[in-house]
């Protein structure tokens, strides 16, 4: 049997979502509102502690509608190294959104970097031929550093930094889940001073698509335009909404893959890899080869991938901690 660890994508709908979504009450959600859309949006800004949401169908265009309404063209913004809307995006920040991005170096810690570097990024007054800097994109947890968390206290002084440089916040909150679930804090107090808000349905919660861009009541009056002008308006939403209505109830199921996650990491380096311990649901591992363990991983049928020149692995709920091992004494027999 295959052991798929690519990513937490990969997760696929069980019965009971699958139940909820051919029993679902649905609307055209263009015309007027889908009425399942309507409560996962009221669920969401409910959770996220903000007025407003609005289902889109991925994290990508949550992202660059959040980009798209932050950014007039040849505003600078800033990320962490890495970051998915800087790697993971087809430059669509800069392509559609018309922004300049300039990376913040890892000066902190893997995936995040101090308020020092933040305010030296910005800098002080510019001349007229200088960029403006309008938006700092942050990232929780950060994808490429392997999943690691900013916690509530970095947060803070970080959207204070932001503020105080007259920046305006995005949070790419994709794992935003995880990163709650690690910290044992609801997901609201991981966006305080965030304008808007970005989070994934489809990733280790279950759903087969969907994300969530939230904000303020005006933000998401304008999103829905934006929505629309991207071609991610759809009829009878409610079908993909009762999907994210039964992935939010399995958020606190995330702390198995935590611990599934630290299971393989020990594992791993008892075997002799050079893993980094993991903070959420993601491994990653530096090998000599990367090209030569990844096809050695698909000899012995486990799935990993590439990230930033590391092996990465994900645990999500569609793997057991006996597939956990299962992996580990595959790897042994090597
Ligand atoms: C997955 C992911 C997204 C969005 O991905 P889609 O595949 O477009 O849904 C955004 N940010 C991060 C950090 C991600 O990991």
Redo the contacts with the bound molecule.
């Keep these: 049997m295959t052991i798929d660890l690519r990513s937490d994508?990969v997760t696929t709908p069980d019965e009971r979502m699958r139940a909820a979504m051919a029993g679902a009450v649905v609307g055209d959600d263009v015309l007027d509102h889908d009425p399942t859309m309507r409560d996962l949006e009221e669920a969401i800004a409910e959770l996220l502690g903000v007025p407003a949401a609005l289902w889109v169908p991925?994290?990508?265009?949550?992202?660059l509608i959040a980009l798209m309404l932050h950014l007039s063209r040849g505003d600078r913004f800033l990320a962490a190294t890495g970051?998915?809307?800087l790697v993971?995006?087809l430059g669509t920040a800069s392509w559609l959104a018309g922004g300049a991005p300039s990376e913040l170096a890892w000066d902190l810690a893997p995936g995040q970097f101090s308020v020092e570097s933040l305010r030296a990024a910005v800098g002080g007054a510019q001349p007229y031929h200088g960029l403006r800097t309008t938006l700092l994109s942050l990232?929780n947890t950060?994808?490429a550093s392997g999943g690691t968390v900013t916690p509530p206290d970095r947060h803070a002084e970080l959207v204070a930094a932001a503020r105080e440089a007259g920046l305006r916040v995005h949070l790419?909150g994709?794992?935003l889940w995880n990163a709650s679930v690690a910290l044992g804090l609801p997901p609201a107090a991981l966006t305080v001073g965030a304008d808007t808000v970005?989070v994934?349905l489809?990733?280790g919660l279950g759903a087969p698509v969907g994300?969530m861009v939230a904000g303020s009541t005006e933000f998401v009056q304008e999103a829905r335009r934006v929505r629309k002008m991207l071609g991610g308006g759809v009829r009878q939403g409610g079908i993909l909404a009762a999907a994210g209505l039964v992935a939010l109830e399995q958020i606190d199921s995330l702390a198995v893959d935590h611990r599934n996650a630290t299971l393989l990491a020990d594992g791993l380096a008892e075997l002799g890899w050079a893993v980094t311990p993991p903070q959420t649901n993601i491994v990653i591992a530096k090998v000599p080869d990367l090209a030569e363990t990844l096809a050695q991983l698909q000899r012995i049928g486990v799935l990993a991938g590439p990230m930033s020149g590391y092996v990465r692995f994900v645990t999500h709920r569609d793997v057991s901690a006996d597939d956990i091992k299962e992996v580990l004494a595959r790897l042994d027999k090597e």
């Design positions: 994508t991925s994290g990508s265009m949550g992202n970051s998915h809307v993971n995006e990232e950060h994808n790419d994709a794992r970005q994934c489809s990733k994300s």
